[in-house]
């Protein structure tokens, strides 16, 4: 059982930065993948970036390639989500999910546990 709990969401200006983290209990965390996704107001969840165990392997939608970055360090049981040049577009609740994988998955159903969430808001 992984039991996870984001934060760092926010309101920010267009063009701004965030960096969100989500903190794993458990010893096994290095043995999980990561991933974040998000949900805006009447859209459905849709993937944003995923990592795998190592941290050596990472994938990112077209949308945010380029503007965010997903990183982990297992001695500290988190991931973040550092995210630039934010645009009104970003504004979503921004969740992380976890599974036991080597992989990195970028599919929601793959993944067995799931935050609460964390609200993100990029005002125009």
């Known amino acids: 059982q992984v039991q996870l709990v984001e934060s760092g969401g926010g309101l920010v200006q267009a063009g701004g930065s965030l960096r969100l983290s989500c903190a794993a209990s458990g010893r096994t965390f290095s043995t999980y993948a990561m991933g974040w996704f998000r949900q805006a107001p009447g859209k459905e969840r849709e993937f944003v970036a995923a990592?795998?165990?190592?941290?050596?392997?990472?994938y990112y939608a077209d949308s945010v390639k380029g503007r965010f970055t997903i990183s982990r360090d297992n001695a500290k049981n988190t991931v973040y989500l550092q995210m630039n040049s934010l645009k009104p577009e970003d504004t979503a609740v921004y969740s992380c999910a976890a599974d036991k994988s080597t992989v990195a998955l970028r599919l929601a159903p793959q993944y067995a546990y799931w935050g609460q969430g964390t609200q993100v808001t990029v005002s125009s």
């Open positions: 990592i795998n165990w190592g941290g050596g392997s990472t």
